[in-house]
C-alpha cells in the first residue's frame, strides 16, 4: 500500500500544472544569471566574480540557498499533499481504506519531497544551458560531482528539514493557510537568524547550528583562491557531515511526532462548553393570526445599501485585523521599519534630527509586506463561501454582485488603510518617545502614506480580485497573483524596463527635500496617479461585471454572462474611462516625449559607447586650458527657467600649436543657444548635436602660451515633467547649478574630449564593442 501510495502522489505531482511553472521558473532564473557577463550579478546570495560560471563551489551554492529560499515551493508541494484530501472533502473515504498510518502519510510525504527534488533539474538545466551562450572564457569543464555532491549532501538533507516542518503544520492543523503563515514567517526569521549569526565568532558554533548548511559552506571556502573555487569540489569536511546528520535527526524527529499526533478521524475533537437557557414563557402572550402579518418587503434605496455594505465590510474587517497572520506581518514590518531607523540615526556620523521625511524613507519597506497580505487574504475573502460551503446559500441572497465584489474590495483597502495608519503612528510614537523631537509633519505623513502609498495598494488590490475572480481555484489564484508581482520586479527592476507608463499602479521614483517638499516631482506624481486610477476604475467595472455568482466556473461561460449584463450605462462609463484613460496618457506622454527628451537608461548607455567610438581618437589630443572664467546666471525659481552668460580665458599651456579645439555642450538641457564663438577667427567643421560634441579649426594655431576668449549666451526653459531627466538642481527653493566645464557639460560648455562619458563598466564595454580600458 505504501508504494501504491507514493506511486500514484508521485504521478499526480509530476503531472500538475505548478511543478512545470516552478521547474521553469528556477531554469529561467539559473539559465539568466549564469549567461550574464555582467561583473556582481546576484541570485538567491550567490555572486560570481572572476570565478567560471559553472565553478562546482558556485553549484553548490546555488543548489544550497535555492534549496532553502525556494523553501515556498517545498511548502505548496509537500505541504499539500495531505491537506487537499481535507480541502476536497474526501478524506472519509481514504479512512475507511485499509492502509497504515505510516503508508498514507510516508508515501505522500515521499511523493511530495522527489517531484519537489525533480524540480531541482531547473538548476542543472540552467547551467547547461546558461553556459552554451557563452564565449569558452567564462566556463570551464563541467564535473558530474559539482552536482551529486551538493544534492546528496546539501539539498536532499534540506528538503526533508522544510518538507518535514510544513508537512508536520498542514497535516496536524489540516489547514493550509497555517502553513502559508508560516512560510512567510520561516523566510523572515531565517533572514534574522543570519543577521544575529555574523555577530557570533564561534565558527564551530555556526557551522553546527545553521539547520541548512550556507553559513559552513561560506565558512569552510572563505580562504578558497579563485583557482580552488573553479576546481575544487564542495567540501567533504567533518563538521559539515555532522551538521547535515544533526539536522536529519532533527527532521526524522518532526516527522516522527507528526506520525504519533495524526489521527484517522474526520474532525478534530475540541472540549466547548455549551450553555442552555430556559424561557419562563413558553406559550405567547399574543395570539398571532394571518391577518395581522406584515409583508416583508425588500429596502432598495441607496442609503440602506451604504449600510448593508457597510455591515458586510466590518464584518470582514475584525476577522482579518485580529487573524494571527495579520498581527503578526504587521509587527515584523513595523519592528523593521523602526529598527532601521532609529539605527540610521543613532550611527550616523552626523546629526540628523529624526524628521518626518527621514522615517518615511524606511516606509517603502511595507510594500514587501502588503504584496502577501493582500495575496493572502484577498484570495481567503473571496473564496470564503466556497471554503465553508456556504456559497450556493449565498448567492441566494439579496446581493447584488457590485455589491459583493465591492464590500469584499473595499475589506482589504479598509486594512491596508489601518495599516497604513498603524505605519503613521508608529514613527510619530518613535519620533516623540524615543528621541523627544516634537515637531511632527502630519500633512508629509497625509501626503506620503495616503497620497502616494495607500493608492499604490489599492491596484495590488485590484489585480489580486481580478485574479482569483478568474481562476477555478484559490491557491492556482496565489500562484498567478505571485507570479504577477514577481514577473513585474523581474521586467522592470532586474531587467530595467523603465517605462512607467507600462508599469500598472506605479508612480515614477521622486525626491522629497526639506527645502523644496516634492517640487518638479508633484506634478508627475498626480498625473501617473490619476492615470492609473482610471485604467484601475475600468478594473474593478470588468471584475464585478465577471463576478462569480454560482458554481460555474468557466470564463467563458461568465463572459457570455458579463456581455447579457452590459447596458447603455456600462458602455458609456467604459468609454468615458477610456477617453479619460486616452487623455491622462497622452499628456504624460506630450510632457515626457514632446516637452523634454526621453531616454532610457539603455540609451544612455548607448549613447556613451557611441561617443568614446567616435571621439575618443580626440581623448588625448593637445587642448587650451580654462584659466579664467566670468559668469552672469540669472535664475528664475518659479519658473525654473536659466539665463547664462559667460566668458572663459583659455591658454595653450603646453609646448606645441593647437589647431583645433572641441567644444562639449549637451544641448539636451539647453532650450536656445545665442551665442557660442571665440575671439580669434574659426570654422565650425563638425557639429554632432546629439552629443553635444563640436570641432573648431582655429584660422591660425594658438601658440604656446597665447591666449584666447570664448564666449557664451543660452537659455534654458524646464517645461513639463521628465521621470527619468527631472533636472532637480532647478528647483523652486535651493537652485544649485554645479560649474565643472571638465565634467558637467549641460549648463556650461567643457573643453577638450569629456571623459566622464567614458563606460567604466567592463561588462558594458565588451556588450558595445569596446575594448578593455588600461588600469
Known sequence: MFFDIYRNELKKNLKSFAFYIFLGLIFFAVYMFTSNTKPGVVLMGVTIGKESHNAPLIIAKMFTNISVFGGLITMIIVGRTVTKDFIAKIHDLFFTLPMSKTAYLGGRFLAGITANLFIYFGVIFGFVFGCMVLDAEYYGSFQLSAFILPILIMVIPNLLLIGSIFFSLATLSRKMVLTYISGILFLMIYAFVIGGFTAIENDTFKILADPFGIFALNLLTKFWTVADINNNTMPLHGLLIMNRLI?????????????????????????EKQKFQTGKNVEPNIIRTLDKLTIARLDESFLFQMKKLGHLVWKEFKRIVFHPAFIILTFIALQEIVTNFVLNIAYTESNIYPLTSWYLKFTGHIWAYMVPLTILFGGMIIWRERDNLSNEFYDTLPIPDWMSYLSKFFTIVSVQFFYIILAMLTGIVTQVVFFGYYEIELGLYLKTLFGIELIKYWHIAIVVFFIQNLVSNKYMGFFLSALYFIADFVVFDVLEVDNILLRYGNVPKYLYSN???????????????????????????????LWRRNNEVSVRFRIRVALQRIGPRHKLTFAILLLLFFCTGSFIAYNKYILNDYLSKNDEIQMQADYEKKFGQYEFALQPKIIDTKLQVDIFPETRDLYIKGRYVLKNETNNDIGEIYLNLFERNISKLNKLRFSVPSTLTLEADEFGFRVFQLKTPLQPGQKIELEFDLEIHKRGFSENHPMNELANNGTCIKFSPAES???????????????????????????????
Do not use: H
Not at 508627475?524 to 486610477?533: A, H, S
Not at 569629456?754 to 578593455?772: A, V
Open 515 to 545: 527645502i523644496n517638499g516634492f517640487g518638479q516631482y508633484g506634478a508627475e506624481i498626480f498625473w501617473y496617479t490619476i492615470y492609473w486610477l482610471i485604467f484601475g476604475l475600468a478594473l474593478i467595472i470588468l471584475t464585478s461585471l
Open 247 to 271: 539536522w536529519l535527526t532533527v527532521s526524522s524527529l518532526i516527522f516522527l511526532f507528526t506520525w504519533k499526533k495524526f489521527k484517522f478521524v474526520s474532525f478534530i475533537e475540541k472540549k
Open 745 to 775: 557639460v549641460e549648463y556650461f560648455p567643457g573643453i577638450g574630449f569629456n571623459s566622464s562619458y567614458i563606460l567604466t563598466d567592463e561588462y558594458d564595454r565588451k556588450k558595445y564593442g569596446l575594448p578593455k580600458r588600461p588600469d
